[in-house]
């Protein structure tokens, strides 16, 4: 049964969501479709868009993976940063996605409005605040637009994606590192790609190349890691440093685990033995963030009942 998206998305609980929408059918139309039609240039598009929308909303992206029918991104909400907007650069942002009703324009031009043109105003600038750290509006904004562009080039109408992106809470630092790994490996996993550096279209290789001193204007702006704890701006910082996230992706891509063959790697990541988490336990992990039906996931709590469950299957 589906569920409403208030009780997939609870800011309470955490700001962390990783979120999935596919094509149509999961026709590959973002890639080389049944026609033989090569629709990559459809990726461009995608994280020109969101760049956009990283710019605008309050709205952090610690990850994401465009694939050729679907897509990935890990979300963090920051609330606080919102809260702190004054009206005009909330009606800045809105208007940069939308033209927004004249008495508006009237506002920003300093001209004198009414006592009830002003109580309008502040209504419509404390809506436009909610939307703008909503996972919802900003999935909505990032859909259409490449709906739109896509159905436009192939002049047809209809629906370009399934009807509701997919949502999971990541309620621990176990969760999350394990969905942003599992995102950033998503081309290796699905023979893509050999190497992370050759991961297009990932967050993996623009964190690598932004790391070689080559920066992409047209890219997206990720959350950066805690290597930048002396920024201003809190609660947007992942709790890691990149270096060992580097390090766990590159060995996670050699793990063998038990759909997919890979490399053994003798190393273990550091970053795992400061989570306390052995080589087992993170495999567990892995495979249980690939379940779309997984709408909450709390790491640790859940690699207790995975745990259990291996141990009485080995007892049987």
Not at 190 to 216: K, P, V, W
Not at 226 to 238: R, V, Y
Request: hydrophobic share 40%.
């Amino acid at each position: 049964m589906t569920r409403p998206r208030s009780a997939l998305v609870s800011l309470e609980a955490t700001p962390y969501y990783h979120c999935i929408a596919r094509c149509v059918r999961r026709s590959f139309l973002f890639g080389i479709d049944d026609k033989g039609r090569d629709l990559n240039h459809r990726k461009p598009w995608f994280l020109k868009r969101l760049k956009l929308l990283g710019e605008v909303f309050a709205i952090d992206i610690p990850a994401y993976a465009v694939m050729s029918n679907h897509y990935h991104l890990v979300l963090h909400v920051d609330q606080a940063r919102s809260a702190s907007w004054s009206p005009h650069e909330v009606i800045s942002r809105w208007r940069k996605l939308y033209a927004g009703p004249a008495i508006i324009h009237r506002f920003e031009n300093n001209e004198t409005l009414s006592e009830a043109e002003l109580i309008v105003v502040n209504k419509s600038v404390e809506l436009w605040r909610s939307r703008l750290c909503s996972i919802s509006w900003f999935m909505s904004c990032l859909n259409y637009y490449i709906a739109l562009h896509a159905n436009k080039e192939d002049r047809c109408t209809g629906r370009f994606w399934e009807g509701r992106f997919k949502s999971q809470a990541l309620l621990d630092e176990t969760a999350l590192l394990s969905c942003m790994a599992y995102v950033d490996l998503n081309p290796i996993r699905a023979g893509m790609a050999d190497t992370l550096e050759e991961s297009d279209f990932t967050s993996i290789q623009l964190r690598i190349r932004r790391l070689q001193g080559r920066h992409d204007k047209d890219k997206p702006k990720l959350m950066p890691f805690n290597e930048l704890e002396g920024e201003k701006e809190i609660n947007t910082i992942l709790p890691y440093s990149l270096k060992d996230y580097l390090q766990l992706v590159d060995w996670n891509g050699g793990v063998q685990h038990q759909y997919k063959k890979a490399r053994i790697k003798i190393y273990q990541p550091r970053i795992l033995a400061s989570l306390g988490l052995s080589e087992k336990q993170w495999q567990l992990l892995a495979i249980e963030i690939q379940k779309e039906s997984v709408t909450m996931l709390n790491g640790l709590d859940k690699l207790s009942v995975l745990e259990k469950r291996e141990n009485k299957r080995d007892a049987a």
